[in-house]
């Protein structure tokens, strides 16, 4: 485990002194993708509520296929497949943008978690008491101005606990990163391994940094539940 | 204090009884069990009936057939293949490993069993050399693991080229093929086998053998492991490779595999 850590604790956190790696890897990938799903998800949940089966159909198919699908292959999918189609390489921004393994694994991350997240806020959307819409209607609130001081404050809210889970399995799905040759935290675990042959210090070392990474999240989660939610409370 | 003279003598009887059969073990060998990797032809391979084939387990037959003793081989995947020996699910490793001085530290290693030189592929006239001046720019693969790995991330990475890992020498080869790669850098045998000889592979060639080395990344040779605590059979093993080389036996396996020398008798020398 010392040895291990002596040699690796560098890589283990950021950087093997040409690319970032490890931790710092891992939590890029986090935050890059959940932001990306975030984005994505707010308009999208909207539109999964609306009326208009042309509005809300597209959306129901872009989660059905993310979610009726498994991460890996959609990572397969975008890193491999993608990248073999001839327009993509002879397209110059295109080809730019896939050849490198962190564009992709990225893209299909943040895909992959705004297709959960879009159903998480849209169920959330959906369950707003009537008596708060009726109420902003009464007070002669746009459709706009409904959505922007009512609805979504109240619906991001309430999704909390169940967003704080998506992104904490969004935490561990980050080790397929390997696969489109992102160095991530086990990667680096990998390193250790095939160096030392010692599988349970090199894996166990990743497992305790997961670990660390998910306490951390879920201390923050029970903050903000605690301020945001404060309302619903007994 | 009787109670502790007590236990040591119950723990001297345990430790006695346990060493009895291992003593009595290593005095008759009868058979050996070697732990195969089974995916890496032309070494060793599953034929479709799922009988052991390749270059390296016709060696090990031979060997045991030297030594008069039973052969069996175990299939095993190559990264836990160490760990496995160590928990004496099998007695040997023979699995194409090259000796290096980090699998040196846990493992014993025979003689030389054949080596095979580092080479780098890519397209058929890139013009692209082994060498941080060819290279300089460039992204090279290599698979996660291997000596090449070491390899590229010692002399390469530090000197402006650009090392990608991969998981499997397949995906090296996908992305080879895809143009993410300019050129990829493994085992020879592996790149004409697994690659060249292939429809795939028909416009990349040999770029040259990665000869520099100084710091000794690439080990020496492939060999067979043992455990550290069996110097005995360690010692027949050697005699009965010495006695294939002597009788012709070893260039009557290699004939039926290759057409050229795997032999590499000037790194033989240097072994200790």
């Known amino acids: 485990m010392i040895e291990i850590l002596q040699q690796y604790w560098k890589p283990f956190l950021w950087t093997d002194g040409y690319n970032i790696t490890g931790l710092a890897m891992t ?23 609306a009326r208009n089966p042309l509005i809300w159909f597209p959306v129901w198919l872009y989660t059905f296929i993310f979610r009726g699908t498994p ?47 879009t159903e998480i806020f849209a169920g959330s959307i959906k369950e707003t008491n009537h008596g708060e819409v009726d109420a902003a209607l009464a007070f002669g609130m746009s459709k706009i101005t409904l959505y922007r001081r009512v609805i979504i404050p109240s619906a991001l809210r309430r999704a909390l606990p169940v967003y704080s889970n998506e992104i904490i399995l969004m935490l561990h799905a980050t080790t397929l990163a ?14 250790a391994y095939s160096q030392t042959y010692n599988a349970f210090d090199a894996f166990g070392l990743a497992a305790m940094m997961y670990l660390c990474v998910s306490f951390t999240l879920i201390f923050m989660f029970r903050k903000a539940e605690r301020r945001f939610l404060a309302f619903l409370q007994p | 204090m009787k109670k502790i003279f007590a236990l040591g ?17 290593a005095k008759q060998l009868t058979q050996i069990t070697f732990g195969v990797d089974a995916t890496y032809p032309p070494f060793e391979s ?52 090259t000796v290096t001085p980090d699998r040196a530290k846990v493992v014993d290693f025979s003689s030389e069993m054949f080596d095979e030189p580092t080479s780098l592929i890519a397209k058929k006239g890139s013009g692209l050399m082994p060498t941080v001046a060819s290279l300089k720019g460039k992204t090279v693969g290599v698979e996660a693991g291997t000596i090449q790995e070491t390899y590229a991330k010692t002399y ?32 020879s045998v592996e790149a004409d086998y697994g690659f060249l000889k292939t429809p795939k592979g028909a416009d990349y060639a040999l770029a040259g053998n990665a000869t520099y080395d100084p710091q000794d990344v690439l080990g020496s040779y492939i060999a067979i492991g043992v455990r550290k605590d069996e110097p005995a059979l360690l010692k027949k093993i050697n005699w009965a490779i010495a006695k294939l080389h002597a009788n012709g036996e070893y260039n009557k396996i290699q004939a039926k595999y290759f ?14």
Not at chain 2, 80 to 95: E, H, M, T, V, Y
């Open chain 1, 178 to 191: 390997f696969t489109a040759t992102v160095p991530d935290i086990l990667k680096v675990a990998n390193d």
């Open chain 1, 71 to 117: 991460l890996y292959v959609q990572l397969l999918l975008i890193y491999t497949g993608v990248y073999g189609f001839g327009f993509v390489q002879h397209n110059e921004a295109l080809n730019e943008f896939f050849r490198q393994g962190l564009n992709c694994t990225i893209l299909s991350f943040g895909l992959n978690t705004g297709a959960y997240t």
């Open chain 1, 27 to 49: 939590a890029w990938l986090l935050v890059s993708a959940c932001g990306i799903g975030f984005c994505l998800a707010l308009p999208l949940a909207i539109a999964r509520n």
């Open chain 2, 156 to 187: 390469w990475q530090p000197n402006g080229v650009k090392v990608v890992s991969y998981q499997g020498q397949d995906q090296v080869y996908a992305d080879l093929l895809s143009g993410r790669l300019d050129a990829s850098l493994q085992d």
């Open chain 2, 259 to 272: 057409n050229f020398s795997i032999y590499n008798a000037e790194a033989a020398k240097q072994a200790p």
């Open chain 2, 46 to 97: 599953l034929s479709p009936s799922g009988k052991f084939v390749g270059f390296d387990v016709d060696l090990g037959r031979a060997i045991c057939a030297e030594l008069k003793v039973k052969c069996v081989f175990v299939n095993q995947s190559f990264d836990g293949i160490i760990p496995a020996l160590q928990a004496r699910k099998f007695d040997a490793i023979l699995s194409s490993m």
């Open chain 2, 9 to 25: 003598a119950a723990a001297m009887c345990a430790l006695g009884i346990a060493a009895a059969p291992h003593a009595a073990q």
